[in-house]
C-alpha cells in the first residue's frame, strides 16, 4: 500500500511552546489530508481536512487558530499546535487520500504529543 | 446515535480461533467499507477494502457487506498472535456528509493468546 510518513513520533514540550507535526505522502500525490486525535481506547477523532493549496476545513469544536495546518504541496501537509497546553497531550494522526484509489486512506504512523 | 457503532471489547480468543468481528451503521449513503488494524502508539493500517455488498477474501481476512441489514463484518481465521491488534471499520459514501470523509468505528481490542 501507500506510505504516509508522519513525524516526530513522539515530542514533549513545555506549556505555552508549539510544536508542529510532519506529515507526508512518500510514493503518490494526496490533494487531501486529514488530521486526527486519538484519546486511549477511543477512536479517531477527525480534526480538520488539509487541501493543497487552499485553507483547511476543521471540524466543530477544534480551534483553527490553536490547530494551524498548512498544505503547501502535494506530497506535505504540517500540523502547528499553538500555545500547546497539557490537555493537547494526544495522539495525532495524519492521513492521506491516494489520488488513484479515492476512498482509501493511508494513515501516518502518528505523534504522540506530551505537553508539561 | 452514533454513525458507526462497534463493540470496544476486548475480545480475548486462543491462537488457531476464528474472529468475527462487527460493525452497524445508520446511514444508507454510505457505499465503501474498510477495515484498519492499528497496533497500539502506531496509525491505522488497511486490510481490507470493499464497495457495496457482498464478500472480500485476502488471506486469512474475509470482509462481508450486508447493506440491506447495515451490518459489516470482519472475520480472521485461524488467529495468530500477531493479529492481536485494535480493529477499526471506516465508512464512506457518495453523497452529502458521507462523501469524501471516514467515519470510524470505535475499534475492537483484540488478543490472541499462544
Known amino acids: 500500500g501507500a506510505v504516509v510518513s508522519q513525524h516526530p513520533s513522539r515530542v514533549i514540550c513545555k506549556s505555552g511552546t508549539s510544536v508542529k507535526i510532519e506529515c507526508r505522502s512518500l510514493?503518490?500525490?494526496?490533494?487531501?489530508m486529514f488530521w486526527y486525535r486519538q484519546f486511549p481506547k477511543q477512536s479517531l477523532m477527525l480534526m480538520a481536512t488539509?487541501?493543497?493549496?487552499?485553507?483547511?476545513?476543521?471540524e466543530q469544536g477544534v480551534e483553527k487558530d490553536k490547530f494551524l495546518i498548512n498544505h503547501a504541496s502535494l506530497t506535505l501537509s504540517t500540523l502547528t499546535v499553538t500555545s500547546a497546553h497539557p490537555e493537547d497531550s494526544s495522539f495525532y494522526i495524519c492521513?492521506?487520500?491516494?489520488?488513484?484509489?479515492?476512498?482509501?486512506?493511508?494513515f501516518g504512523s502518528g505523534t504522540q504529543l506530551s505537553v508539561l | 446515535q452514533k454513525e458507526v457503532e462497534q463493540d470496544p471489547g476486548p475480545l480475548s480468543v486462543p491462537e488457531g480461533a476464528i474472529v468475527s468481528l462487527n460493525c452497524t451503521y445508520s446511514n444508507s449513503a454510505f457505499q465503501y467499507f474498510m477495515w484498519y488494524r492499528q497496533y497500539s502508539r502506531k496509525g491505522p493500517e488497511l486490510l481490507m477494502y470493499?464497495?457495496?455488498?457482498g464478500n472480500k477474501e485476502d488471506g486469512r481476512f474475509t470482509a462481508q457487506v450486508d447493506k440491506s441489514s447495515k451490518y459489516i463484518s470482519l472475520f480472521i481465521r485461524d488467529s495468530q498472535p500477531s493479529d492481536s491488534a485494535t480493529y477499526l471499520c471506516?465508512?464512506?459514501?457518495?453523497?452529502?456528509?458521507?462523501?469524501?470523509?471516514?467515519?470510524f468505528g470505535r475499534g475492537t481490542q483484540l488478543t490472541v493468546w499462544p
Open positions: 492521513s492521506a487520500r491516494d489520488q488513484g484509489s479515492s476512498e482509501k486512506l493511508f
Open positions: 488539509s487541501n493543497e493549496g487552499s485553507k483547511a476545513t476543521y
Open positions: 471506516a465508512m464512506s459514501g457518495v453523497r452529502g456528509s458521507t462523501l469524501g470523509r471516514l467515519y
Open positions: 510514493d503518490f500525490q494526496a490533494t487531501t
Open positions: 470493499t464497495y457495496s455488498s
